[in-house]
T-cell receptor, first 113, second 117 residues
């Protein structure tokens, strides 16, 4: 069964600190992995997308890494801001055929001043 | 700017009424759109895959007669929650894919918060 597991489930950090979110998946065959940020009551917004051959992808203070051998990805947030408080969702898709994504349960991040 | 528009953003309705949610791809043709629902503090759950010109494919456990999906054009898919009940109260989100292969991108609508009284 294709699964995407995220950890931690929730995280509280102080403004200005760094943090790393984890995503492990069993989706196979693998096409791409995406990280989304979802504010409460809003649709998810794409942060990064990585294909099988990519190891790292940055988007401002967000840096995603991918190890396709171990099927692990991480999202590193540098110098956190209050506006980073949100849910971060890891989404993995199968290769070939119709695109049907598999969602992780997300990590709820709270940044305190 | 937004490439997938979802409307309305929120709706409050009485139990037993039907509610229609629209999902539009603004600057591209989407042969496939997806509908999700999300309960508080939980992840998105895929409800159905909407295919233009054909019947939607529903995930296991999703009632076809309850959640009617119509993908009448390449830029519009609608989800109708029929005879809504309080347990249908949830956050509904649509998405559409643009491009293929390594260039494939998934865009989400802004979501619709449905509250059934």
């Amino acid at each position: 069964k294709n699964q995407v597991e995220q950890s931690p489930q929730s995280l509280i950090i102080l403004e200005g600190k760094n943090c790393t979110l984890q995503c492990n998946y069993t989706v196979s065959p693998f096409s791409n992995l995406r990280w989304y940020k979802q504010d409460t009551g809003r649709g998810p917004v794409s942060l990064t997308i990585m294909t099988f051959s990519e190891n790292t992808k940055s988007n401002g203070r967000y840096t995603a890494t991918l190890d396709a051998d171990t099927k692990q990805s991480s999202l590193h947030i540098t110098a956190s801001q209050l506006s980073d408080s949100a849910s971060y969702i890891c989404v993995v898709s199968l290769s070939g055929g119709s695109y049907i994504p598999t969602f992780g349960r997300g990590t709820s991040l709270i940044v305190h001043p | 700017g937004a490439v997938v528009s979802q409307h309305p953003s929120w709706v409050i309705c009485k139990s037993g009424t039907s509610v229609k949610i629209e999902c539009r791809s603004l600057d591209f043709q989407a042969t496939t759109m997806f509908w999700y629902r999300q309960f508080p503090k939980q992840s998105l759950m895929l409800m159905a895959t909407s295919n233009e010109g054909s019947k939607a494919t529903y995930e296991q456990g999703v009632e076809k007669d309850k959640f009617l999906i119509n993908h009448a054009s390449l830029t519009l898919s609608t989800l109708t929650v029929t005879s809504a009940h309080p347990e249908d109260s949830s956050f509904y989100i649509c998405s559409a894919t643009r491009g293929t292969g390594a260039n494939e991108k998934l865009f989400f609508g802004s979501g619709t918060q449905l509250s059934v009284l």
